[in-house]
C-alpha cells in the first residue's frame, strides 16, 4: 500500500479526509467513509467522502440513528456487503434519499474493535453490477481490513484519554514473539529460535491476538507496529 501514513502527519480531520480521498482513488470506489466511537474518551468520530448536500441531509434527518450499514455492522466481527442487509424500512428510507443523491445501496463496511469498547467503521461503495462487485470485493478486502484497523487505531490514539488507555500490555515473551512474526517467520521458525514448541508459539500468538482484539495474526502485528510495541520487519 502507497497510501500516506496517518501515523506520521498531525491529527486533523484535513488529514483523514484526504486519507479516504486517496483509499477511494486506490481501490477505484465511488465514496469511503470512516466512524468511530470511542467510550472511553467520550468522543464520536466521522469522516467521509460524500457530498456537502448528502452530510447535511443525513444529519437533519438523523440517518445515524436508523441507518443499517452501521447498526448491523456494529453488531458484526467480520465485513459487512450491504447486498446482505435485510431491506426492512429503515434501509428503504434512507436509501431512498441517497438515490436522489446519486449515491449507490451497494457497499461494503468493515468492523474494527478496539480493546476499550472502541469500534470502527470502514465504509466503501460503488455503483456498478453485482458480479463487479464481487470480483472488486473479492480482490480488495485484505488490504481493506488493514487499512480499518490503521485508521481506526490512528483516530483512537488522537484522543489523550485514548492514547493512555489504548496501549494493551503484551508480555515480553508475546512481544518477542510478534517481532519474529513481523520480520517473516513461521512459527515453527520461532519455536526453533526461542527453543520452545511450535504449539507454545501458538499460545503466544492466540494471547496477543485477544490482547490487540485482532482478528487475526497480521491484523495483531500490524496494530502492533502501529502501537509501538515491535518494529516493522
Known amino acids: 500500500m502507497d497510501i500516506v501514513d496517518l501515523s506520521t502527519l498531525p491529527k486533523t480531520e484535513a488529514v483523514y479526509s484526504e486519507f479516504l480521498l486517496k483509499l477511494r482513488e486506490k481501490f477505484e470506489m465511488d465514496h469511503a467513509a470512516y466512524a468511530g466511537i470511542n467510550p472511553a474518551a467520550g468522543a464520536i468520530h466521522g469522516y467521509v467522502t460524500y457530498g456537502d448536500d448528502w452530510k447535511?441531509?443525513?444529519?437533519?434527518?438523523?440517518?445515524?440513528?436508523?441507518d443499517p450499514t452501521l447498526h448491523m455492522s456494529q453488531r458484526s466481527i467480520a465485513p459487512v456487503d450491504w447486498s446482505r442487509l435485510e431491506r426492512g424500512k429503515d434501509f428503504k428510507r434512507v436509501f431512498r434519499d441517497?438515490?436522489?443523491?446519486?449515491?449507490?445501496?451497494?457497499?461494503?463496511t468493515i468492523p474494527v474493535r478496539g480493546p476499550y469498547g472502541d469500534v470502527g467503521l470502514l465504509s466503501?461503495?460503488?455503483?456498478?453490477?453485482?458480479?463487479?462487485?464481487?470480483?472488486?470485493?473479492?480482490?480488495?478486502?485484505?488490504?481493506?481490513?488493514?487499512i480499518a484497523v490503521h485508521i481506526h487505531d490512528t483516530v483512537m490514539g488522537s484522543d489523550l484519554l485514548g492514547r493512555i488507555l489504548y496501549h494493551p500490555a503484551l508480555s515480553t515473551r508475546e512481544v518477542e514473539i510478534m517481532q519474529w512474526v513481523a520480520v517473516g517467520k513461521s512459527q515453527q521458525d520461532i519455536g526453533d529460535i526461542l527453543s520452545i514448541s511450535h504449539r507454545t508459539v501458538e499460545v503466544h500468538l492466540r494471547s496477543s491476538r485477544e490482547k490487540l482484539c485482532a482478528l487475526t495474526t497480521a491484523q495483531a502485528v500490524g496494530r502492533a507496529i502501529g502501537l509501538g510495541l515491535i518494529y516493522p520487519g
Open 124 to 146: 466503501v461503495t460503488r455503483d456498478c453490477s453485482p458480479e463487479q462487485w464481487r470480483k472488486l470485493v473479492n480482490h480488495v478486502i485484505s488490504d481493506l481490513q488493514s
Open 98 to 108: 441517497a438515490h436522489d443523491f446519486g449515491l449507490s445501496e451497494q457497499g461494503l
Open 56 to 66: 447535511q441531509h443525513y444529519q437533519q434527518q438523523g440517518f445515524h440513528m436508523i
